[in-house]
């Protein structure tokens, strides 16, 4: 797992980390160290925490983010975007929105 790379990338301490996730400081030094593995709920936890996939967690994604795909691989941008946390993903969302109002917007004259 990469708990000690994303935790350090984010200048945050294991006892912070513990706190934000309900967690003893042991508990958390037991996953970061590998001496023990947390459960599917916990995993979940720790992604949504550090804003990331499970996979990247598990070093199963070579990228933190999870977005970084190639543009013409719809189904890659989809996949990606409903393993984002809820929050980011209603963020995503509302972006999205804005932007295709915009684009139907007629456009400005800006002449006067």
Excluded: H, W
């Amino acid at each position: 797992m990469r708990l000690k790379e994303i935790r350090k990338s984010k200048n945050i301490s294991q006892e912070q980390a513990a706190n934000a996730l309900g967690i003893s400081v042991r508990a958390y030094q037991n996953y970061e160290y590998e001496q023990r593995e947390p459960n599917i709920e916990m995993i979940n936890k720790l992604a949504d925490f550090y804003g990331v996939t499970t996979d990247y967690l598990l070093g199963r994604e070579p990228l933190q983010n999870p977005l970084a795909v190639c543009e013409k691989d719809e189904a890659a941008v989809i996949e990606k975007y409903l393993s984002l946390p809820s929050e980011t993903r209603k963020c995503t969302l509302n972006v999205l929105r804005q932007l295709g109002e915009t684009m139907q917007a007629p456009p400005q004259d800006n002449k006067k």
